[in-house]
């Protein structure tokens, strides 16, 4: 099977511009979450979609927003971009979603400049 | 606030000897964690330890998990270089309804050949 693929794998952006990151997550699996990583605050959880509805959602701005297809694939955008958005965006996905193994795509290096 | 605390923030020791790092969370969880992330790329799933279990073994790698004392250990023992390397533990909450993983700071793990 074809592990999580996320795309681009490396985005530039200026501040006040948005952005819009790609997950594909692993063929048979409905759960994918988005995940934040900083040196500063570590990795936070954004929020977990399945089946199209999101189950959960992380302490994030309204910037941050997500959606996910009837395929599983799922988007996430953020808005009106600020420096403190520098990060890489990792998308995980799961079988159920609970209590199983997330299997991780390499991730999305944001610069904000 | 994390849920998880991993310690020690940083270890480097000599290949071949055996490597322990710890996490601490707050709250009641189902299951625990242990993910493997190497320089700035995604993570890697190594074992999940349900809250019933004390100790689970995978290969070089045992986990313990102390439910009492909220609190687990990674240890991997015969250290390789290519072992060098992020360690995270993950808990879920035990919330009805909580689809999302609570990742801890991180041991930064390095390995001399």
């Known amino acids: 099977k074809a592990g999580v693929t996320q795309t681009p794998r490396y985005l530039i952006k200026t501040r006040g511009q948005q952005v819009t990151l790609s997950c594909s997550p692993i063929?048979?699996?409905?759960?994918v979450s988005w995940y934040q990583q900083t040196p500063g605050q570590g990795l936070q959880f954004l929020f977990e979609?399945?089946?199209?509805?999101?189950?959960n959602k992380g302490n994030f701005p309204g910037r941050f927003s997500g959606r996910q297809f009837s395929n599983s694939r799922s988007e996430m955008n953020v808005s009106t971009l600020e420096l403190g958005d520098s990060a890489l965006y990792l998308c995980?996905?799961?079988?159920?979603?609970?209590?199983?193994?997330?299997?991780f795509g390499p991730g999305t290096r944001l610069t904000v400049l | 606030s994390q849920q998880g605390e991993e310690d020690p923030q940083a270890l480097s020791i000599q290949e071949g000897e055996n490597a322990t790092m710890n996490c601490s969370y707050k709250?009641?969880?189902?299951?625990l964690q242990w993910y493997r992330q190497n320089s700035g790329r995604g993570l890697v799933h190594l074992i999940l330890?349900?809250?019933?279990?004390r100790e689970k073994h995978s290969g070089r790698l045992r986990v313990t998990l102390d439910t009492s004392k909220k609190s687990s250990s990674l240890l991997i023992t015969a250290s390789r270089a290519a072992d060098t390397a992020s360690y995270f533990c993950?808990?879920?909450?035990?919330?009805?309804?909580?689809?999302?993983?609570?990742f801890g700071t991180g041991t930064r793990l390095k390995v001399l050949a």
């Open positions: 995980a996905s799961s079988h159920p979603g609970q209590g199983y193994e997330q299997f």
């Open positions: 330890i349900r809250s019933n279990e």
């Open positions: 063929s048979g699996h409905r759960s």
């Open positions: 709250t009641s969880i189902n299951n």
């Open positions: 993950a808990t879920d909450g035990a919330t009805s309804g909580t689809y999302k993983y609570i």
């Open positions: 979609y399945f089946s199209e509805t999101q189950r």
